[in-house]
């Protein structure tokens, strides 16, 4: 902006007011889907399509640092959890090892990202052979916003940091839980062992089947796919186009080399983000204890001394020690635990649900408590 002193200089000595001003032309246009200004919408909603406050990542764990069940499993032969939210599934496709890895993009904020290496190769003979790692899995309640099922559901994008040990194209699927039909996007990695961003615009489902409700099922899902035998590679579905998952299965899987069909192969990803819109914004760093306490949802654990006590009334070889959770869990978990000795006759667990149980010992010779316990209620 041109300052009043200089204004008055030029006007003063001939020049004209036009020439001394420089404002940039701002075309608006006003109308009851809000104001457009230079091709940009914005109004209550968002900008662009974007949401303009609060939380934009509806995945959690995306930057890969929580991962409460130990930073590295190896001699990995069918599917589990790993780094908190993400799930490898796994079907006579090898060997593999992951592990929590410092290995980032250089300067995007990162200090962790999934590893996944194989130890044992493949050929994939098998038709029904398969490795694909569930990014994210997100409650039907925590998406009801997208508006699935109806003329006015919403485009996501979906980015993350991606590096592979070699080029090839892979693809990222959205599954729709709740109507079993799914949306895949090819992605390129156009050079091996160099990190890359990727960023893939999906539609909304607006097939008028079943939207997702006030659930707690699993709703979504961020699905990518590595390598498969022929029931899930060598299809001809459309890219893009949101249909019946039976009719995308053979499909999910493009890449030229399956990986896995070497022990060479090995991947990296972190950074992921799923968001509202057509534009991937930069990445939604969230505090350590924040991602934490989101992932308790699914699965919390802890490590410290529980007494069992001895209600009178239930005789002196019974005992029961009381387990808090951490956070709400989405359901009723399962429970693993693990006692300071063995000296009873069986151990369970009673009453309590998403905020907490009791676990319980029968036969008990002497004194006891738990020394570790985990609760699992994932999607």
Known sequence: MTRASDLARLVGAGGSLEGALSVDTINEKTSGNGVTIDSLNIKDSGIG????????????????????????????????????????????????????????????????????????????????????????????????????????????????????????????????????????????????????????????????????????????????????????????????VWDERSNNNTSLVPASTDFGSSTDHEMYITGLQLEIGEQATPFEHRSFGEELLLCKRYFDTDTADLWYYNPEQLGSNYGRAFIPFTVTMRSTPTMTISTHNTSYSAIGTQFGGSNYVYSYLNGMSTYNYVTSWSADAEL
């Open 49 to 240: 399509g974007q949401q303009i406050g609060g939380r934009k990542n509806i995945a959690y764990n995306g930057a890969m640092t929580v991962s409460q069940r130990g930073t590295s499993f190896s001699g990995i032969t069918s599917s589990q959890y790993t780094l908190d939210r993400v799930k490898l599934f796994l079907s006579g496709a090898g060997t593999y090892t992951v592990s929590q890895s410092t290995d980032v993009p250089s300067g995007q904020g990162f200090y962790n990202s999934f590893k996944l290496d194989n130890t044992t190769s493949d050929n994939y003979g098998t038709a029904g052979d398969y490795i694909m790692i569930r990014l994210n899995s997100i409650e039907q309640q925590d998406v009801m916003k997208l508006n699935y099922a109806s003329s006015t559901a919403k485009k996501v994008t979906v980015s993350f940091w991606a590096k592979f040990s070699y080029a090839d194209t892979w693809n990222i699927t959205l599954v729709n839980h709740a109507a079993q039909r799914s949306n895949f996007k090819p992605f390129t990695i156009t050079s091996a062992d160099t990190w890359q961003k990727i960023e893939l615009t999906f539609d909304g489902d607006t097939n008028s089947g079943d939207g997702f409700g006030v659930s707690t099922a699993l709703g979504l899902s961020i699905d990518l796919w590595l390598g498969a035998g022929s029931s899930y590679s060598g299809g001809s579905a459309t890219a893009g």
